[in-house]
C-alpha cells in the first residue's frame, strides 16, 4: 500500500504529465533502448518511430497519476497490457530496467521540478504499479503454458495456405510445426508473429488477429499491406505478403487479448468495422455462425470501396446461415454505386438504425473511424459498458483527460 504522502505528491504531478507526459516518455524510450538495445527484438520499432507508443505509455502514466489512490479502476488498461505483454514476452526481469529508466527520464526532463522527494514518491508508486503487472502476467504466461495445446513463448508454424483476400489484405493459414493440438482461443484474440528479415539487426514482432473461429485445426491471420503514399512501408507486413510462401514458417505466440465475445449470450450484438479491423470481427462472426446461429446479428462495415473491402463474400455466405442477422456496408469511394448500402462515410443517422435495447458494440479499425463510432453511439444512447472496441498497436485513449496534450 502508498503511504498518504506518497499518493499526495503523486497526485500533484497530474499537471506536469497533462503538458509534458509524452515528452518525458518519448525520451525514456530513447534512453531505455540506448541503454538495452537487445529490447528492441521486443518493441515494434514502427510504434516507436511514430510516437504510438510513447503516446500510450504517456496516456498510461497520466491516467495512474490521477487515479493512484483507487488504481483498481485503471485495471481495464492494467490486464489490456498485460495481454499485449505476455504476448510478446515482457518478463519479469524487464522492469526493473523500465523503472530505472523512466525514473531517469523524469529527472532529465522536468529538470529541477523533479525534486528527489517526487522522484522517490514516483519510485515507490512504479514499484507498486510494476508488481500488479508482473504478478498479472505471471498468471497468463502460466495460463497459455498449461493450457491443452498452450506453450511457452513462441513456437514455429508452417504456413500452409495463402489466400488474397483483397487487393490490400491477406490471409495465412497457420499449422504447428509439431502437430499439436492448437489451444482453443476467445473470438477476438490475437497472436504475435516474430520474424527475421535479412537487413534488420533485430527480430521484428507484430500483432494479428485470429480472423476465423477457434476450434480448426488451423490459425488463421490476415494482414493488410502497409503500403500508404508518403508513408514508411510497413516491414513486416510486406514481407509477409512479398517473401512468406506457402511451407515457410513463423514464430507464433499463444492468443492473447481482452476484446472478446462471449458466443453463449443471446442479447443482440452489432459488429461495426472500418478496412482491416474487420479481422477480429470475423472470428466473432464466424463462431457465431457455428456455435449460435439465431442470435441477432448486425454487421456494418466501411472500407474505401470493392477492391480494398476483404471477406465480401464469406460475409455473405456466414449472414445466409444467421437467420437473425443484416449486413450494411459503406463505401467511400466505390468503383459502382450499387456495390454499397450506402456511399460516403458511416454516419451517426446510419448508426441509430441498428440502436437496440441491451445491444453489445464491437468496434474495431482505424483510431479515428472508432473515435467517431463511439461518440456517435454515446450520443445515441448506448451505455459504455456495451461498447467494446480494439486498437491496433499500443492502447490508446478515445477520449484524452481535459487539459492533456497527451
Not at 504475435?192 to 494479428?208: A, E, F, P, S
Not at 481482452?258 to 479491423?277: A, E, K, R, W
Not at 466501411?302 to 463474400?313: G, P, Q
Request: aromatic fraction near 8%; glycine fraction near 6%; charged fraction near 25%.
Amino acid at each position: 500500500m502508498l503511504s498518504e504522502r506518497t499518493i499526495e505528491i503523486i497526485k500533484s504531478t497530474v499537471p506536469v504529465l497533462a503538458k509534458q507526459g509524452t515528452e518525458i516518455t518519448s525520451h525514456f524510450y530513447k534512453r531505455m533502448l540506448s541503454n538495452h538495445p537487445e529490447l528492441l527484438n521486443i518493441f515494434n520499432h514502427t510504434n516507436q518511430q511514430k510516437g504510438r507508443q510513447q503516446t500510450a505509455l504517456a496516456t498510461t502514466l497520466y491516467a495512474a497519476a490521477e487515479r493512484i489512490d483507487q488504481l483498481e479502476t485503471i485495471l481495464p488498461v492494467v490486464k489490456q497490457i498485460a495481454h499485449k505483454h505476455r504476448s510478446l514476452g515482457v518478463k519479469k526481469e524487464h522492469y526493473p530496467i523500465v523503472g530505472e529508466n523512466l525514473l531517469a527520464a523524469m529527472k532529465e526532463v522536468l529538470g529541477d521540478l523533479a525534486t528527489d522527494e517526487i522522484i522517490s514518491a514516483w519510485e515507490e508508486a512504479y514499484n507498486e504499479i510494476a508488481n500488479v503487472f508482473i504478478e498479472l502476467e505471471q498468471r497468463m504466461y502460466a495460463d497459455a503454458e498449461n493450457m491443452e495445446g498452450g506453450w511457452k513463448d513462441f513456437k514455429p508454424f508452417v504456413v500452409v495456405d495463402k489466400v488474397k483476400e483483397s487487393s490490400v489484405i491477406t490471409s495465412f493459414y497457420l499449422k504447428p510445426k509439431d502437430n499439436a493440438v492448437l489451444p482453443s482461443f476467445l473470438p477476438g484474440q490475437y497472436v504475435t508473429v516474430k520474424v527475421k528479415i535479412d537487413g534488420h539487426q533485430y527480430l521484428l514482432n507484430r500483432q494479428y488477429s485470429l480472423s476465423d473461429a477457434p476450434g480448426k485445426e488451423y490459425f488463421r491471420i490476415s494482414v493488410k499491406r502497409e503500403a500508404e503514399p508518403d508513408q514508411p512501408k510497413g516491414v513486416v507486413s510486406n514481407y509477409l505478403h512479398d517473401d512468406v510462401q506457402i511451407g515457410d514458417e513463423l514464430n507464433i505466440s499463444v492468443p492473447a487479448g481482452d476484446f472478446t465475445l462471449d458466443v453463449t449470450q443471446n442479447s443482440p450484438v452489432v459488429f461495426i468495422s472500418g478496412g482491416v479491423g474487420v479481422t477480429p470481427i470475423m472470428s466473432m462472426l464466424n463462431t457465431i455462425a457455428k456455435e449460435n446461429p439465431s442470435r441477432p446479428v448486425r454487421f456494418v462495415h466501411s472500407a474505401k470501396n470493392e477492391d480494398v473491402h476483404a471477406f465480401r463474400l464469406e460475409v455473405k455466405e456466414l449472414m445466409n446461415r444467421l437467420p437473425n442477422g443484416t449486413s450494411f456496408i459503406c463505401y467511400t469511394e466505390p468503383s459502382r454505386q450499387e456495390s454499397a448500402n450506402h456511399t460516403g462515410y458511416l454516419t451517426k443517422d446510419i448508426l441509430k438504425q441498428f440502436i437496440s435495447e441491451n445491444a453489445d458494440y464491437f468496434i474495431c479499425g482505424p483510431v479515428p473511424f472508432m473515435k467517431a463510432v463511439i461518440n456517435y453511439l454515446k450520443e445515441l444512447g448506448v451505455a459504455s459498458e456495451n461498447i467494446h472496441y480494439e486498437f491496433f498497436g499500443p492502447a490508446l485513449q478515445i477520449e484524452q483527460p481535459k487539459g492533456s496534450t497527451i
